[in-house]
């Protein structure tokens, strides 16, 4: 069930959350490679991946999901802007 619905949900852009959640790919597989982009783009990219993944599971799935934030205060810019884009 949240195989199917994160794979729905963020298409073939799916190696930019394996990438950085090396876990994940026990759950969707291996993904296909993203093409290379600028930084900014890559930023945004995640930014919306990570934004339509949490949506699928958080929205779409019969039970809730909590993200757990530990450490806040630790937390480099882009991370919080990410958390704050959710």
Do not use: H
């Amino acid at each position: 069930l949240y195989r199917k619905l994160i794979c729905e949900a963020v298409g073939s852009e799916g190696k930019v959350l394996t990438d950085v959640i090396p876990k994940l790919r026990e759950l969707i597989g291996e993904q296909p490679d993203v093409p290379e982009v600028g930084s900014i783009e890559t930023k945004n990219r995640f930014s919306y991946i990570f934004g339509k993944f949490m949506e699928a599971v958080g929205n779409k799935a019969p039970l809730p999901i909590l993200l757990f934030v530990d450490d806040l205060q630790w937390a480099d810019a882009g991370s919080v802007e990410v958390l704050t884009n959710l």
